[in-house]
């Protein structure tokens, strides 16, 4: 497939995401997310695998930064690295995090992988300290800001050495 038709397709999701949720006020669609994830609106999910309210929203957010380029030390709206993602993406949610990824895994909740949510962090330590961090999508996949020259993107994790925090 063409860098084109892919690029093509990426907005045209980004366009229907956008259309779906203007005017959409965030607490009534933090409201909508949450029954969806909880079971009540779509059937029954996993507790493991059930986001909080400011955890789905943070989700959508990071979602709706689907493309945007890596930048270091941007924090968006239209740039990103991977700690400026997660600030950005629970900020618009109404939780403050700090700035960068290591400062983040030492002010969540530490939790395990089999209590995992989406909208929780997803550490990638490097030695004793924390080299990225991305937001828990479900499924075995974050959304985050890889690296230079790359941008937003959903992945599936690709390492097991990795840590899990809760935003309280």
């Not at 493309?67 to 109404?94: H, N």
């Not at 479900?138 to 985050?144: A, F, V, Y």
């Amino acid at each position: 497939m063409s860098h084109s038709r892919t690029d093509s397709r990426k907005a045209r999701r980004a366009g229907r995401l956008a259309r779906r949720t203007a005017g959409f006020p965030l607490p009534r669609l933090s409201l909508l997310l949450s029954l969806l994830t909880t079971g009540i609106l779509a059937g029954p999910v996993p507790p493991a695998e059930a986001a909080t309210g400011y955890g789905a929203q943070a989700v959508a957010v990071a979602a709706s930064k689907e493309g945007a380029p890596y930048a270091r030390g941007a924090t968006g709206p239209k740039r990103f690295d991977c700690s400026g993602l997660t600030l950005y993406s629970f900020r618009q949610a109404g939780r403050r995090l700090p700035r960068t990824a290591e400062q983040q895994y030492e002010q969540t909740a530490h939790i395990s992988r089999k209590n995992r949510a989406p909208g929780d962090l997803v550490f990638f330590p490097r030695g004793a300290t924390v080299e990225h961090v991305g937001i828990y999508a479900g499924h075995d996949k974050i959304w985050h800001a890889p690296r230079p020259g790359t941008r937003v993107r959903l992945e599936r994790i690709w390492s097991r050495d990795v840590r899990y925090g809760r935003a309280d």
